[in-house]
Every structure is written in C-alpha cells, then in structure tokens.
DNA sequence: CCGTGTTTGTACAACGTTGTAAGCAACGTT
DNA sequence: AACGTTGCTTACAACGTTGTACAAACACGG
C-alpha cells in the first residue's frame, strides 16, 4: 500500500505540516523531531504524491518536447539533450511525438495545454504561427526554423548561412552541377526553404546558373524519400557531379541510391548533408554534413523556458541562434579516390 | 487565465458537478442545459486540470517508457510503437532515458514510483530482479530480455533461437570462420549471454568448432564498439569469413571498419546484425538481420500493463514471446557479387 | 522576573476535480 | 389525488499536499 503524510505524522507523532517541512527541507525544525520523522518516512517507503503536490503548486516539474518522430535521428539526439538540461533544473521531460502532419501538431500544441505540463519545447514541421495562438499563456520555446512573427521564443542556427557555407564547400572542390535535395512546395516547409535560399545565395556567389533541373524535392525528409530524388534525377537524365541534401537522413538515402547506380562517391559524385547524425560518421563514405550545436540548442531552449517560468511572462519573445560547424568528409574529400 | 469549473458553472447557471458530468459525457444531462454548459465551455476555452483529476480518481493516465538511451535507433523505433499503442488505450507516454548503468537504472525504477505514473514499461541493460523488488506494486512490464526470475511481467523474442538461425544462415552460406562480436564480460549482459548461446548451439549442430579467438566482447553497443572489435580482430591476426554482430549499430560498426580495412562484404567478410533498424535497409551494403516484431512487442507490453491496471495485480507474472523474421540482405548475399 | 523576539509546532483552508447521497421536478400509474 | 418512478440537478465531502495564521515553548537582555 501507499503511505500518505498523515500516516508518517500518526507514526512519528507530529502533525502533518511538520511531516511536510521536514520532506521539503524546512530550517525551523528540531534535529531529534527531523529524526523521528525521516525515520517514520524510511519505515513506511513514503514517498510524496505528486499529483496533490502538483496541485497544491501549480506547477507540474514536467515539461513537453513535442517532435514530429522520434525515430528520426535528428530529433532522438535532440531529445536526449534536452533530457539531459532539462534535470539540471529537476525537469523531467514527456515527450510527444506529433507525427509532424499539420493537423497532428495542432493537438499537440493545443491538447497539451491540459495542464500536467509547466511548459513546452516544439520543434514544428508544418505550424504556422496562428496554430499556436491557444496556448493560453503556457510558456513556449520553438526549435528550428522560425515561425514567421510567432509569439514564441526561438532557438536556431541560422540556416541560410549554413547552406550557403556547405554549397560553397561543394563549388570549392570544383563541383558545378550540383543538385539540391529536399525543396518542398508547401507553404510550411520553412527549412527547405532556408536551405533552398543558401544554396542559391552560394551559387550566385559563385557565378554558377541556377538549374531548376537540379532541385529535387521531397515529401519527407527520410532516407527513402532521399534515394527517391536522386533516382528520379538519374532517369530525368540529369546528371550532378554533386548533390547537398538538406538532411543527413535524405542524404544517406541519396548514397545508397548513387551506389545502385554504380556512381561513386565522392569521385563521380560528392555528397553533402545536414544535422550531423551519428549515422554520417560511420556511413561509407562517411557524410560530409552541417553539424548544429545540438547541445547548445538544448540548453539555449531550456534556460528560455526556465526564464519564462520563473517570471517574465509577459517580455518579448526572443530569438536565440545557436552556432553549427561545416564538418567535411569522405563524402566530398578531394582527390581521385577517398584516403582509404 | 486559466479557467475552472466553477467559471463554466457560474457562466452557465448551473451546478460545478453538471458541467463535470458534461466534460465527462454522463448520460443524464438535459439537451439545452448540455448545449448551455458546452458554450461556456468553449467561450471560456475550458480545459480540465488534469492533476486534480488524478489526484482524485487516483490514475494519472500517464505511462512511463525506460529505455537505456534514446538515440539508440533500436530503442527510438520501440518507443514510437508503445506511443503508438498506448494511445489506444488513452496514455501518455513518459520517456525516460537510464544510461543504461546499473545505477542510473536503479534510480529509474525507483524514483519513478513517486506517482504520476500508473505503470512502467521498462527495458532493462544492467539491471537484476532484485533491483525491482522496491516498486511498491506498481505494475510494470519487462522488455528484452528475461531478468531471471523476475516478479514482473515480461516481453520478448526467442533470443537463442533467433541467434541460432542468423548463424546458420551464415553457415549456410559456406562461412566457416565465423565471428562474434558483442559478446559481454558483465554478469548483466543477458542479452549478450543469450546471442552467444544461439550462436555457439549453431556451430555446434554444423560440427564447426568453437574458437575463443572468433568471440569478440564490447562494451557498449555503439557503432563505434562494433568498428573497434572488428579492428581488434584483424590486427590481431584474425581472418573471419563472416561477422555476426549481437546488434545493428555493431554491425554497422563492423560494416565501416571492414571497409576501411580494404575488405569486401559480403564478398570476403559476410556480415549480419541483429535488431532491424531502419539505417540497415539502407547502408551499404544492406544489412541481414534479425527483425523482431516490434509494434507487436509495443503492443504486448501495453496489453500486459493494461490487465495489471484493470484488476489482477496479483496474478503470477506472465512471460510473452515476440515473433522474428530473419531479413536477408546484400551484406550476407550469395555468389561473387552482391546483385549490382 | 518580566517583556520581547525567535524558534518550533499546530490547525485550518485551499488547490480543482469527481463520487455519493439526496433533492426536486415531471411523469404515468393506481 | 396520492404514489412511486424516472430524469436531471445540486450540495457536500474527499483525494494528499502546502501556505497562512497562530499558539506554545524557549532564549535573552534589562
């Protein structure tokens, strides 16, 4: 059975409050009483309900990270930083797995708003900024690209610089005809089209043509859907000698694919992603890719929430930008074959 | 502002208990006076707090998930399948990420009970019977592999069998000097212990000899343990003609260091793994597995929790067996070449 | 020894919800 | 016309915790 304060009280012979201040480390009470009580707690396993606590407090020490699947690469070692900041400040963490369709993500930015939760991480895939209107004042943090004017804080690294650095990367190694994978023709998708404007920007850069041949899009962002692009591409007859994906995941896809066709990479064909899964280290090639601070984004997110937790409600949202690295490898190595 | 009942009540003119039983759909409730307390209801977009609700009816409607680490492939598809099936049943899923130390998991078994929670679905690393026994009788159910003797219900795959079968395969395919890597020093690595059961019964029945030699350990699971083995291996001297990895991130190791090492899989090593994640349907090459059944495992575990939680806490605990497909692929594919 | 201030403990109410018992109509039956 | 029945609604208490207000015990200086 589950033990309640009262019966540590009757055993300890003290009143319930005094059971209370001695669980939640109160000054005022004396050593021989604390005694007796923690030794009435040890006796009977008592340990807090959380539920009548949580209302008594108004607060939950739960927070939500709402991702659209957790079986994406990206966002498991996302979560699992954020896990890890959010039990520095005692936080556990639920996670939602909105599943990433528009509608989904509407239930799970509103129907969280049932209380148990003291505030929200959302990494959006396809909300808008009205979506997240009835929140009713829960604090919010949003992950990745912004949500244009949204009343939310921000966290993100900044997209377009980083497409533009690794396209540049791609052109430095002499590559001309280089395909982009993963545009997406809704309205939502806010980080193809990021991706999409650093790629132009490094292109124009550079002098090179813009070839609407060469962009492929892509429903989704998973390894299939990355293969998919690229075969299609082939059969179009279009023919890169380099091809930036905008995710690591579209990107393993896209080697597979390449391999298939017996083109190899990065001799025949470089190959450039994003996000820096741990998947791209041990790929063969292993994956040239941007590498986002993920753990600087995690933190950045959790002290947002925990400021707005701790007080200012009402201040501005703020827009905070966590650094990311171009990290090169085998996959666009130069030089007529890959250091073995 | 957060609104009550009692606001809804008051806007709609009736009783704090009517509008409780219109949120919770009582039959008895007068067509107009429903319709009144619905449009209070929305005006004021009402929302039940759910720790009052919990604290008294006693369920919190939340599930916990414990998992060694999140951003294990293996472990982040299983847990999108317990979401998936414990929201048939109205659950909430809280993820909670161990370490997968013996420690770490010690707390999460325990500290866990502090309410909030109904139930735990729990997949062990490190952990023994004995470390379960302080749970207070909340009802919980084991995934992987059997922790002898354990007081909880439990889920899992024919380890042995399955090993044995992937081993055969490897036999089968003229592979003789077959490794193992994964194996376990710990008298935790259960599932290790169980693998190398199934691989040693396989070479048994082919009339192949053991060789100490073949039995490479690792630590943890991680890609980079399984490349590391392989290296081990091959610097020491040691010539397999065929790897078996207790699981796909080892294999995917394994796959890379092979590589590396000038090797040609399946053509000179042939390799298989053990787990089916989906980065295996498209590395290269692909990678044979052994593919647990895991919406089916996911499904099992709720089923089991939900018995306990509808009434027999005290039944004996019941052991279920998940199916498994062994899932040929390019990296253990007959003939000189793997099919283009 | 008294007044003052600090320490230690208590009683009570409240958080927002739902189960229980009971009240009050309106109805059809005797 | 009195009587159960049924349908609908309400008041009240309880779930287990903590904040507030206060009382009792104690320490200390004048």
């Known amino acids: 059975m589950r033990h309640r304060l009262k019966d540590v009280a009757e055993r300890a012979g003290v009143s319930v409050k005094t059971v209370s201040n001695v669980v939640n480390g109160y000054v005022h009470v ?18 807090p309900n959380l539920s009548a606590r949580n209302l008594r407090k108004g607060r939950t020490g739960v927070i939500a990270l709402a991702v659209p699947e957790l079986d994406i690469p990206y966002f498991a070692e996302l979560a699992r930083h954020v896990v890890s900041a959010a039990a520095v400040h005692g936080w556990t963490v639920l996670i939602d797995q909105t599943g990433g369709g528009p509608e989904q993500e509407r239930v799970a930015a509103a129907g969280i708003g049932d209380h148990m939760i003291d505030g929200l991480i959302f990494s959006p895939l396809a909300l808008t900024a009205d979506d997240l209107a009835n929140l009713d004042g829960m604090p919010m943090v949003l992950l990745g690209e912004r949500v244009d004017h949204g009343p939310a804080d ?30 997406q023709r809704t309205p939502e998708g806010a980080s193809a089209r990021l991706r999409l404007a650093g790629y132009t920007a490094a292109l124009a850069e550079a002098g090179i043509g813009y070839d609407e041949a060469l962009v492929a899009s892509a429903s989704a962002w998973h390894r299939a859907d990355g293969a998919a692009a690229v075969r299609h591409l082939l059969t179009s007859g279009v023919r890169p000698d380099a091809v930036f994906c905008f995710n690591d995941t579209l990107a393993l896809g896209a080697l597979r694919a390449l391999h298939e066709a017996g083109l190899r990479v990065p001799d025949d064909v470089a190959v450039a992603g994003f996000d820096d899964i741990e998947d791209g280290r041990f790929s063969v090639p292993t994956l040239t890719t941007i590498a986002p601070d993920k753990e600087r984004i995690a933190k ?29 490898r085998e996959s666009t190595a130069p030089g007529p074959r890959p250091p073995r």
């Open 30 to 47: 004396r050593p021989d009483t604390r005694a007796r009580v923690e030794e009435a707690i040890a006796e009977l396993n008592y340990r």
């Open 154 to 183: 921000h966290v993100a690294i900044d997209n377009v610089a980083a497409a533009r650095e690794i396209t540049a990367h791609l052109i430095g190694l002499g590559r001309r005809r280089i395909a982009a994978i993963g545009s």
């Open 300 to 328: 950045l997110a959790v002290e947002l929430l925990a400021g707005r937790l701790a007080g200012d409600r009402d201040a501005p949202p703020r827009e905070l930008q966590a650094p990311y690295r171009l990290t090169p």
